[in-house]
């Protein structure tokens, strides 16, 4: 989507569409988000909660986080189970506050427990609008 707050002369060199215009429709399509990489795998219709019970499900004892702290002894690590488990939790205190297809914008830095809430909302049925003061 092209955004101005000034018009453009339709077909003019300033006129950002009239690439698009011009460029055949499998072209344009090929760019667009929502198409897979690689046209041999399917584009999955789960929410990145379902991602993480399916890993958990698959690897349950491997590891899925581990802290990025500069001392290797300081850093916390979760497996895929433990991480589900701890994404279960939040989920389950997002649900006690908000319902299923709301909005909540979370201000956090890049810590463990931001990786928690990012899957939790998912599984509580909520988006998660990113906030990163970083």
Known sequence: MWISTRPFAQGSVADPSAELRAADASSVASRLAYEPADAREPVLDITIGDALRAAAARWPDRPALIEGLPKPALRRRWTFAQALQEAENV???????????????????????????EFGAPL???????????
Not at 124 to 134: H, K, M, R, Y
């Open 91 to 117: 989920g389950r205190a997002l649900a006690s506050r908000f319902r299923p297809g709301e909005h909540v914008a979370i201000w956090a830095a890049n810590l463990p427990e931001w990786f928690f809430a």
């Open 124 to 134: 509580a049925g909520l988006t998660l609008v990113t906030v990163n003061p970083a």
